[in-house]
């Protein structure tokens, strides 16, 4: 039992936390406005597990560690090739909609605000992104998160087409090599 505390830790320290949004937000009682912060907070293990959490509380640094804890709690795994998506993918929140394709590699993120944090916290280097429809930057990190989630394994992919994964090759690959 004692050797569980230490191991917590160290899964602390390798995992990527990024803040991404502060806000002030108020609840009305009789005696005026209460005052509160609400954290948005997004993790990862830069090896495809990604999570996002929300915390609100008095204090900032109170409302930081409640949306980090949620975060680790909401960890999924997200399918990817290389480091990109396998394939183009959308996601939707609210009225956040969110683009994500494939990049060849040396591209980088091309990515901004919370869509950049949720995909360097997921582990991928390379993609082209597009954010449309509401800025809200909680509705736009969820979206990235529904877009990754609707990703498919190349393996799986594969296997339903009955053909070996190698065969499915990567977009940037397909005019490249001749016919032999």
Excluded: C
């Amino acid at each position: 039992m004692g050797r569980r505390e230490p191991r917590r830790d160290d899964d602390r320290e390798e995992l990527d936390e990024r803040v991404i949004d502060i806000t002030r937000v108020a609840k009305v009682v009789r005696g005026g406005r209460r005052f509160a912060f609400r954290a948005v907070v997004v993790v990862g293990d830069n090896q495809g597990q990604v999570g996002i959490g929300v915390g609100k509380a008095r204090g900032v640094p109170d409302s930081i560690r409640k949306a980090s804890d949620r975060a680790r709690r909401n960890m999924k795994r997200v399918s990817l090739s290389g480091t990109t998506v396998p394939h183009p993918v959308t996601g939707k929140r609210g009225g956040a909609l969110v683009l994500l394709k494939p990049a060849s590699p040396g591209t980088g993120v091309i990515a901004g605000g919370g869509v950049r944090a949720v995909l360097e916290a997921a582990g991928v280097r390379d993609i082209l992104s597009k954010s449309q429809g509401s800025a809200n930057i909680l509705n736009v990190a969820y979206a990235t998160i529904d877009a990754l989630d609707g990703l498919k394994d190349v393996k799986e992919l594969a296997a339903m087409r009955g053909k070996d994964a190698a065969d499915i090759q990567p977009f940037w690959k397909r005019g490249s090599q001749s016919d032999e």
